[in-house]
Every structure is written in structure tokens, then in C-alpha cells.
């Protein structure tokens, strides 16, 4: 079971793209942000990244199929902080935003480092943020509606990125490798564990090649962990 499960995590975490990311100002719907990490998910995003609406923290809802458990979302407090420290790290940022600069969405080259940045369900990506963006981007609007969802935009241009990258090969290439690898497989094969180990500030344990605890003293903390989650029931 463990097995199967650990043969799993290994394939998905050999397809995550850690260059490849959102940042979503503002957008405050639980169903909206719930279905944009979903698509994130299975385009292979690692971490997503949102600057909290006003009054609160983001939420999901059931739309998301969990996806928040596979793909943690960073909260952070100022778009134009955020926009600027990944422009530092090398990455382009494209807004999602209708100006005299916008191009089509299918021009950038997403194979490179790229945070894709979307706007509240109302007031769209705000200008600061549109102006400190590398470039803006739109997906031709046809009809009678001036504008998408914005978990519908976010999927169509995830999945042209995915598209650019599996032409590239970068989905047969795994990006995550050594001791961030090792790290993240323990995370997602025992989230609770993991949880006290960092509280603790200690190093994760070792797993055997099925993905079982090696340590007897961890195999009992996971038991504890398996009591309480049943007594709260
Ligand atoms: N009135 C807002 C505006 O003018 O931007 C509409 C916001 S729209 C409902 C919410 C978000 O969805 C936008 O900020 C953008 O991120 C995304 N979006 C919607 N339509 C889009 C399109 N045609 N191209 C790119 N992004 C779009």
C-alpha cells in the first residue's frame, strides 16, 4: 500500500515544475482558488503564491479535490514586494491584465522561470502590479463578456506553459532531485509526522525503499499520531 502510494508521490514529484508558478492578487473566492490550485496540480506547479484579499486569509472549498494538500500556497503580504523578489530570483512575471502593452497569451516563453499573475474576481490585477510585471498577457476575448473566470484564465495559460514545457522536455527531466527530493517525499507520505519533526526543528527520519519508517521510536510516534486521530473522532 505504502508502496504503491510512494511509487506515486515519486512519479508526480519527477514532473513538478519549481520554475512555474502563480501569484493571484487578491482573488478571495474559495471555489475560484480551490479549482486554481487543482489545475495547478496537474499542470505541475510545486508552490503557489497569493497576497491575502482584504479581511483574511484564503480558503478552499470541496472544488479543489485536496489539491492544497499537493500544492502549498504562500501567503504573502504586498504584490509589488513579491513581484519584485521573484524578478530578483530570475523569473518573468506576466500580469494578466488588459493594457497598451498586452500580447497574446500564447507569446511568452514559458519555458523559462515564469510566475503567471492573476487578478481579484472584481477589480482584475491592480495597476502597480500590471506596470512592475515584465509583460502583460491576454486570452483573446470573442464574444459578448469582457472577461473569464479567473480560474478558467489560469488553467488556459497553465496548460499552454505545460504544453511549451513537454515540447522542451522538461516534464521528462526531473527538476527536484538530492535531499529537497528526499524532503518532499516524507512530507507527502507522512504530513502529521512531518508537521512535529519541524516543529521540533529536527531532520526528517529515514524511510526503507517501500517508504516505511525505519526507527522503531518513529514507528510509535506515527501510532500515537493514528490513537489520537481515531479518539477525536
Ligand atoms: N473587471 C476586471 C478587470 O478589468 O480585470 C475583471 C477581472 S477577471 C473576472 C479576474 C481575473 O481573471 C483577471 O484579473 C485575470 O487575472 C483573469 N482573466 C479574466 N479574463 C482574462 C483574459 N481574457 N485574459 C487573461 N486573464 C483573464
Known amino acids: 500500500m505504502k508502496k504503491t502510494r510512494l511509487e506515486k508521490i515519486k512519479k508526480v514529484l519527477s514532473q513538478r515544475q519549481p520554475t512555474l508558478t502563480v501569484l493571484l492578487e487578491e482573488v478571495h473566492k474559495p471555489h475560484n482558488l480551490s479549482a486554481i490550485l487543482r489545475s495547478c496540480d496537474a499542470v505541475g506547479v ?3 503564491h497569493a497576497v ?4 483574511g486569509l ?3 472549498n470541496a472544488t479543489s479535490g485536496s489539491a492544497e494538500k499537493w500544492v502549498p500556497l504562500n501567503v504573502h503580504r504586498s504584490a509589488l514586494e513579491t513581484i519584485s523578489s521573484f524578478q530578483g530570483q530570475g523569473y518573468q512575471v506576466l500580469a494578466t491584465h488588459l493594457s497598451e502593452r498586452s ?3 500564447r507569446t511568452p516563453d514559458y519555458t523559462l522561470p515564469t510566475v503567471i499573475l492573476l487578478g481579484a474576481e472584481k477589480w482584475g490585477v491592480s495597476s502597480a ?3 512592475a510585471a515584465d509583460a502583460n498577457i491576454l486570452i483573446p476575448m470573442l464574444g459578448m463578456v469582457q472577461s473569464l473566470n479567473v480560474s478558467v484564465a489560469a488553467a488556459t495559460i497553465l496548460f499552454e506553459a505545460q ?4 515540447e522542451k522536455g522538461m516534464y521528462a527531466e526531473p527538476q527536484i532531485v538530492g535531499n529537497a527530493l528526499e524532503h518532499l517525499i516524507f512530507e507527502w507520505l507522512y504530513p502529521d509526522l512531518a508537521a512535529i519533526y519541524r516543529e521540533r526543528g529536527e531532520g526528517y527520519p529515514g524511510l526503507d525503499e ?3 519508517l525505519v526507527k522503531a521510536s518513529d514507528l ?4 500515537d499520531l493514528a490513537m489520537s486521530d481515531t479518539d477525536s473522532d
Request: proline share 7%; no cysteine; hydrophobic share 35%.
Open 103 to 105: 500580447t497574446d497569451y
Open 46 to 48: 510545486l508552490e503557489a
Open 220 to 223: 510509535e510516534l506515527l501510532g
Open 52 to 55: 491575502a484579499p482584504r479581511g
Open 210 to 212: 517501500e517508504g516505511m
Open 129 to 131: 502590479a500590471a506596470e
Open 58 to 60: 484564503p480558503t478552499f
Open 163 to 166: 504544453r511549451q514545457r513537454l
